[in-house]
């Protein structure tokens, strides 16, 4: 692939961090680059249940999700550069700027830890963006946790949970990936034992032609939608005990007022249910919706069936990234 310049956006240092910066240099800790380049995928995720609780003084609300790793991936590649500049060069040309959480969180880390050496990250993108499915959330942990692996940075898992937490709710899941039930803000995320049901062994992605503000469906969230941890506790239990949860708990609580507001989801699941999914649910926020099958090829028939329909629809499975997934060159 060819970068062209306009692809690639410098995200300079302020005034005020560079003073800070100097300030710091003493204690300053010099990033170690082994190499130069380091790749690491970045993989999505759905949500097994999602229970909005309430809303927060705060602004957010509490939640209790169970969400998994999917094994639809970006790939990103950082390279070690001769200044101390940020950059960023995205094949969706869209997200090439300093909002993307990729850079916020490579600044964070080198200014924790007031490290000068400078990195140009390359995003890849394949997970459909504002879709429910985390790539930017899982975009930033995988720089956070490639920085750390690649520079041999000391810091704790408070400094990651910190740092993770500050750049989105759902960037602490994407830290250990799997299978979890978070709760909080979506922050306190507890590892689930990695069983996934035979049921569920194929997984149907399909992306509606939208997008979706994650904050706009929060708002518009009607109290009357809000359930009790019933559910994500209920489907957390089974799992634990490598058992199927029920289906009835694979509740999502914005998905009925998702589907009332953006018809072209209501009619995505009645086509997924149409062409022979057994069971449909909103992932996250949406508007991505999943399908679970036992089987690859009535999964793959129904993918081709809503292709032909104009469907962008994946087909994937759940992965447990025990390790991240880092490759140091
Ligand atoms: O944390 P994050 O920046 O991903 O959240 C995006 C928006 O989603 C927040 O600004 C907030 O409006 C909403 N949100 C919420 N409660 C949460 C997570 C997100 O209200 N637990």
């Known amino acids: 692939m060819h970068w062209t310049n306009d692809l690639i956006f410098l995200c ?33 995720k759905i949500n097994l249940t999602l229970d909005v609780l309430g809303r927060r003084a705060d602004g957010y609300h509490d939640l209790a999700t169970v969400m998994q790793t999917v094994d639809l991936y970006d790939t990103i590649c950082l ?12 094949t969706k040309p869209e997200l ?18 007031a490290i000068r050496q400078g990195v140009l990250i ?26 750390q692996q690649w520079w041999r940075l000391h810091l704790s898992h408070s400094d990651l949970l910190d740092m993770a937490t500050s ?5 602490p899941f994407f830290l250990t990936g799997g299978l979890a039930l978070c709760e909080g803000r979506g922050e306190r995320v507890t590892a689930l034992a990695p069983y996934w049901p035979r049921s569920m062994r194929w997984l149907l992605l399909l992306k509606p032609a ?31 005990a490598g058992q199927t949860p029920q289906l009835e708990d694979l509740h999502n609580s914005f998905e009925r007022s998702v589907l009332g507001r953006y018809p072209e ?39 081709e069936q809503l292709q032909s329909q104009g469907y962008e629809v994946y087909l994937s499975r759940a992965i447990h990234p025990n390790v991240v997934d880092v490759n140091v060159y």
């Open 79 to 90: 390279t070690a550069t001769e200044d101390s500049q940020v950059q960023l060069a995205c």
């Open 167 to 171: 750049l989105g709710s759902d960037v």
């Open 122 to 147: 390359e995003l890849h993108k394949h997970i459909p963006m504002a879709a429910g499915l985390g790539g930017g959330s899982s975009d930033a942990a995988a720089v956070i946790l490639a920085l």
């Open 12 to 44: 300079m240092l302020d005034k005020y961090l560079i003073s800070m910066h100097n300030a710091r240099m003493s204690h300053a800790q010099r990033a170690r680059t082994s190499s130069d380049v380091c790749f690491v995928r970045a993989y999505a």
């Open 96 to 113: 090439s700027n300093g909002d993307n959480l990729v850079v916020q969180a490579a600044h964070l880390v080198r200014q924790r830890l």
């Open 210 to 240: 939208i997008s979706i503000s994650t904050a706009a469906v929060f708002r518009n969230l009607p109290a009357s939608d809000y359930s009790d941890d019933t559910h994500s506790r209920a489907v957390s239990r089974a799992l634990n």
């Open 265 to 303: 989801v209501a009619r995505a699941k009645g086509d997924l249910l149409q062409a022979g999914a057994p069971f449909v649910r909103l992932s996250g926020t949406g508007p991505t919706l999943f399908a679970p099958f036992s089987e690859l090829a009535n999964a793959q028939r129904v993918q």
